[in-house]
């Protein structure tokens, strides 16, 4: 039983640490993105005030047509910007459902590595074994609790 809990305990400090470096990893390419999306809406912005000034030009001072083939070029750097703004933003949106999606699978397996019923004393039951406490687990949150708890310290759930 001993060995059993300590494989147990080997494996969930591993997956952990898997599932903390792979999130880590997944964050700073966020970050890296954002910052992407956050240069390019300032280029954005001066395109804009370019766009601005090529029409006050053309309109105000009779330029013409000089001035519309910088407007039309402006136009299209716009609206590549835009597109890649919109490509980059829905890159950020998919890389947080994987995450989102990859923390959820992590804490099923752990919970299924803890469920097994040789561990099933970690689970769901205060006992004492040798002296020592074991915690109740959150079956909705995860969250450790004190074996004398009856309701999750975490997120108010009742626990058996």
């Known amino acids: ?20 470096a792979g999130q880590a990893k997944v964050s700073a390419d966020q970050t890296r993105v954002r910052t992407e999306v956050a240069t390019l809406k300032a280029e954005l912005k001066k395109l ?33 910007t835009i597109d890649l703004i919109n490509e980059l933003e829905q890159d950020i949106a998919s890389c947080v459902d994987i995450q989102k999606d990859s923390f959820v699978q992590y804490k099923d397996d ?16 205060s006992q004492n ?14 969250e450790s609790n004190m074996p004398a708890n009856t309701k999750c310290k975490n997120c108010g759930t ?3």
């Open 48 to 80: 804009y005030i370019q766009l601005g000034q090529c029409y006050f030009v053309s309109t105000y001072e009779g330029y013409g047509d000089a001035e519309e083939i910088c407007m039309d070029k402006i136009m299209e750097e716009i609206k590549e």
């Open 158 to 160: 009742n626990i058996e």
């Open 110 to 125: 752990l919970k299924s590595l803890w469920n097994e019923e040789e561990g099933e004393v970690f689970v769901g039951k």
């Open 129 to 142: 074994i040798k002296h020592i406490k074991l915690y109740k687990v959150c079956g909705e949150c995860g």
């Open 1 to 20: 039983m001993k060995k059993d809990i300590f494989e147990k305990l080997t494996d969930s400090v591993k997956s952990t640490y898997k599932e903390v």
